[in-house]
Each structure stands twice: as C-alpha cells, then as structure tokens.
C-alpha cells in the first residue's frame, strides 16, 4: 500500500517498495478544468502566453539532478524531455489534463544515473498559474516501475502543493 505523503515528509522509497528499486517513475495528474479558474498566471504562465482566459489547467513535472555538494547537474522537463546520460526520461508535456490516470510521466533507470548524482529532486509546477487548491483532483506519485506498483502519493489540490 502507497504511503500518503504530507507537505514537508521524507521517506525511504527502498524500505516503503519493499526492498531494492532499479526502476521508478513519477506520474503527475490532474482534470480538465470544467469551468473559470483562477486566472491571476503565474510569471512562466504570462510570459509564455497562459493565465490570460481560457479554461486551461497546464501542470508540469520536472526532475533535477544533484551532486554530493548540491549542486545541479542536469535538469529533465518539458523543453529537455531527457538527461544528457539517458537515464531518466519524460514522456512529454500535458497541456490540459485529458484522460484518466497519469498525464505526465519522467522514468528513472536507478541503475544508469551517474555515481556522481547523490539526489533527483521532483517538481511539479503550474505553468498556466492556477494554485494547486484549484486544480482538481491534481496529485503526483512514484512508482515502483519493475511492478507497476505506487510506492508514494501526494495530493497536490488538498495539500496545497
């Protein structure tokens, strides 16, 4: 069973998937918006032409890749759909939400990141700049990617992001 993560938790994704992960994935959701949403934008969403009308939900998942000193070493999203070392990929950006389940996915291959790389940090962000409490039903996950099975989920839209 799927640990429910609270704002600000920390977990052991090795001890919550019931032993050694060489594959995950984050998945990112959310629902079409169904009527006027909160249009303030966000500066990404002004300047790349979104939060300006329309009912458009565009949520974004990103992941960063760290060294030992914290330091970026390379950064996986919708503009760079794959790390310069391949081993973790994103599938694409949803620009509306359509569709059941998963509307954004990044694969990781544990066992291809460089040795160099102590930490992947997951993001999620509102590119058309709603709030995550307007958004319904948004929530991210990892999976266990051998199995198919949720290993953490967090609700974005009663969590507040």
């Known amino acids: 069973?799927?640990?429910?993560?609270?704002?600000?938790?920390?977990?052991?994704?090795?001890?919550?998937?019931?032993?050694?992960?060489?594959?995950?994935?984050?998945?990112?959701?959310?629902?079409?918006?169904?009527?006027?949403?909160?249009?303030?934008?966000?500066?990404?969403?002004?300047?790349?032409?979104?939060?300006?009308?329309?009912?458009?939900?565009d949520l974004d998942a990103s992941c960063i890749m760290f060294d030992a000193n914290k330091q970026a070493v390379d950064a996986i999203w919708f503009s760079q759909l794959k790390s310069k070392d391949g081993s973790i990929v994103h599938t694409g950006d949803n620009r509306t939400g359509d569709g059941d389940g998963d509307d954004e996915v990044i694969n990781v291959d544990l066992s291809k990141v460089p040795a160099n790389v102590t930490s992947l940090v997951f993001t999620v962000n509102s590119f058309t700049g709603q709030t995550f409490e307007t958004v319904e039903n948004a929530f991210c996950r990892i999976v266990n990617a051998n199995n198919n099975s949720e290993v953490a989920r967090y609700n974005l839209s009663a969590q507040g992001g």
């Open 1 to 57: 069973m799927a640990v429910s993560l609270q704002k600000g938790q920390k977990i052991s994704l090795s001890k919550e998937a019931g032993g050694e992960l060489t594959q995950v994935k984050l998945g990112l959701g959310w629902d079409v918006a169904q009527g006027p949403q909160d249009k303030k934008g966000g500066f990404l969403g002004k300047l790349f032409g979104g939060g300006s009308g329309g009912d458009s939900i």
